[in-house]
């Protein structure tokens, strides 16, 4: 219970690896804050974590909202007076029909010998895309940081841990520049920051998950059939995607007791080294 007496807020923990951040900090003794901007899912996770044995706040917010972020703040400083960890995950994903397409489109070039060629994805993104991307992705971490930093500074003391991705750090989601242009972003601010506040006992990281094994995505490999899994985990040594569970133990980590300021953990069984 290494976090025992803690004040957690995880940012899109209605479902996946929001969730099962929150669960995982639950277990460690920290009362936890979560929001998403899915209702059902919301009360379905604030169940589950209530399930471990904590205190569970669950709040509606669409943290692309500067405003809606204030307002959860103060949501949070009203029922516990303060937030010692902040865990930025919302975001938005590539996860469309047309994103499937292009994802597709992707690992068939990767993984098979044709002329090279454009892929043409950039060229196809219009502004409101480009644009939703970034005021989850980014703007949304702007502002839950700026207001977690309000409460620990003063306090000096906090851990922010911002959910990035291999997609900043690689080509592995290049069928996806708009979600890449923003992972990137997440991982220059969380380096800034780092530096910034490190003088207050304010640690700041990134983790950068790889692939996670969702459901959706086991039936992708499913439909593939053995080949297509075979090209597929050609790219990681590990031959698997990350469970959110693995995924979580890592931000547990980063929330507890270490000696890593502005650093970027990846977990991605190999796929990028």
Sequence with gaps: MKLR????????AGPGLGKA???????????????DVNDQSL???????????AECLALRCDVSSSSEVSNLFTQVVARFGTLHILVNNAA?????PIDTERRNKLYAYMQTPVPRQSLGFTS??????WHRYWGVNVHGVFYCTREALKLMEPQRDGKIINIASIA????KSAHSPHYCATKGAVIAFTKSVAFEVAGANIFVNAMAPGGVATPAFNDYLDKIGGEG???L?????????GTVEEYASTVVYLAGEHYLVGQVLSPNGGSVI
Excluded at 21 to 35: F, N, S, T, Y
Excluded at 168 to 171: A, E, F, P, V
């Design 5 to 12: 007496d803690k004040v957690a807020l995880v940012t899109g």
């Design 229 to 231: 899994r075979n090209r």
């Design 43 to 53: 009360e379905e996770a604030r169940a589950e974590v209530e399930a471990c044995g």
């Design 92 to 96: 938005l994903t590539p996860n469309r």
């Design 233 to 241: 985990w050609q790219s990681c040594p590990l031959g698997r995607f």
């Design 21 to 35: 951040c929150a669960e995982a900090l639950a277990k460690e003794g920290a009362r936890v804050v979560i929001c």
């Design 168 to 171: 900043g750090l690689s080509i």
């Design 124 to 129: 196809e993104i219009d502004d409101e895309e």
